[in-house]
């Protein structure tokens, strides 16, 4: 169970990132959840939006490098060590999380929504389900 990512890289220069998000704009895409990576040349945007295909096709209509990533998103306890909690279950599963990043939720909800990077999705999936921890559809993240 997996949720699909965009990357964008941009060159780390000004307006860049202005650039990328008004293209989204002007096409009526909603990012639910957005992390920004840098280096002294380029930067690496990741994305979770509501379309992800309408996204891509306009990312690369508009000139920018983008690709499609397997990431799991994971509704985390909004509970101090909820976070914890589900990395403590990766881990003693020898699951490495390359990078993960908070996305935008519901402002009601009991839960924080978590994006994870892991070296493996299949296995990561099934520890954090056999432990009780709720994964999130492309479909749920769509409608937040």
Known sequence: ??????????ENRP????????A?????????????????DFGIVRLIVDDVLGTATV??????VASLTDVLAVSVANVPGGLSRVLGLL??????????????GNKRSENA????????????????KGAGV???????LSAL
């Open 1 to 10: 169970m997996s949720v699909k990512q965009i990357s964008v890289f941009l």
């Open 59 to 64: 990312l690369k209509d508009s000139g920018f």
């Open 134 to 140: 709720k994964l999130v559809e492309q479909e749920e």
């Open 15 to 22: 307006g860049a990132l202005v650039e990328m998000t008004k």
């Open 24 to 40: 989204l704009a002007d096409h009526d895409i909603d990012m639910r959840g957005l992390s920004l990576a840098e280096t002294s």
């Open 91 to 104: 881990h003693e599963a020898g699951i490495n999380v390359e990078y993960m990043y908070a996305i935008l």
């Open 113 to 128: 929504y978590m994006i994870f990077r892991v070296n493996d999705n299949e296995k990561a999936s099934a520890v954090l």
